[in-house]
């Protein structure tokens, strides 16, 4: 299983010098008539305006966010639903009132006396952080094994905020494990500390108020790039169903191609002979041309003979 590591890391996995020569020759004999041993099927493409279409329909798939092999739908569609997902439980994070004390009854189990008292609830802050860390990691899991650029590229972003961030979040609770995924400690997250010989307890709701709300706030920027990556997987889904089919899962040039490029001069090279292009018919003229010229002379003189 493939992971994020960094944007460095992310950069490393893409090499644009592709080869693309594959999408031209289709197994066409090539003929050497003064040009070079052009093979006839490209030049006639070349011609009618196929291997510009073709061109386009190609690249436009490579840029579907779905390089080499691609994402399927169905992943893609798992993946925004998942970015979507952290995005909530990031904004149900920075959501202020849930830092706010409430009142509580409390029961003494010695004496069965209720009290009301007021304090954080931390059930449901402990809920909201463990929802949190579990989107996140789900995130992280199905990134590491795309192959949607912008998916990757987001994800790195988003693993590079969260390592700055470290310090903080491990006095919550919340640590960095293997594969950049997040560990949550619910015990660390509700633990106080007593401050010197006063017998002040400090809780950890000022780190986590720190942590996630307000604008800036690492929630904040962690549900923005859950945001891009929803849109980034939605993006290549859209693109990949619309140019997905202009190819066959060969590689091979589709009828498809003809109807996203409408054209009258979108020919299909190798048809039969009404669909030839004017190059392969005038190969044939001049092959036909040079039979006439090379018919040997005693047929020629026969003939002449025959006459008289």
Avoid: C, H
Avoid at 78 to 85: C, E, G, H, I, P
Avoid at 153 to 182: D, F, P
Avoid at 200 to 215: A, C, P, R
């Amino acid at each position: 299983m493939s992971t994020i590591n960094s944007f460095g890391d992310y950069a490393s996995r893409y090499n644009t010098n592709m080869d693309y020569s594959t999408l031209f020759g289709g197994g066409t004999p090539y003929i050497d008539n003064g040009m070079g041993g052009i093979n006839v099927s490209d030049y006639a493409m070349i011609k009618n305006g196929s291997y510009g279409k073709l061109m386009k329909a190609y690249y436009a798939k490579q840029d579907a966010d779905s390089l080499q092999t691609g994402d399927s739908s169905k992943s893609l569609t798992l993946m925004r639903s998942s970015a979507d997902s952290l995005k909530k439980s990031a904004e149900a994070l920075g959501d202020a009132s849930l830092y706010e004390k409430k009142k509580f009854t409390k029961k003494d189990e010695e004496t069965g006396e209720e009290t009301e008292v007021w304090d954080y609830d931390w059930d449901a802050i402990t809920k909201a952080v463990k929802s949190f860390v579990d989107d996140y990691n789900s995130v992280v899991e199905q990134a590491g094994n795309s192959e949607t650029k912008n998916v990757l590229r987001n994800a790195a972003w988003m693993t590079s905020i969260t390592e700055k961030a470290g310090n903080l979040l491990s006095k919550v609770g919340i640590t960095i494990g293997a594969g950049n995924k997040l560990e949550f400690d619910e015990e660390a997250l509700k633990k106080t500390t007593t401050l010197g010989e006063s017998s002040i307890e400090l809780d950890n709701i000022s780190t986590l108020k720190s942590l996630f709300t307000g604008y800036g706030s690492f929630a904040d920027k962690i549900a923005q790039k859950a945001q891009g990556i929803s849109r980034a997987a939605a993006n290549a889904a859209a693109k990949a169903s619309a140019v997905g089919s202009a190819y066959t899962k060969n590689g091979a040039y589709s009828d498809t191609l003809s109807k996203l490029f409408s054209s009258s001069i979108d020919e299909k090279v190798g048809d039969k002979d009404e669909n030839k292009s004017w190059w392969e018919k005038e190969l044939e003229e001049k092959e036909q041309e040079k039979r006439e010229a090379f018919k040997p002379v005693t047929d020629t003189k026969k003939d002449e003979d025959d006459e008289s």
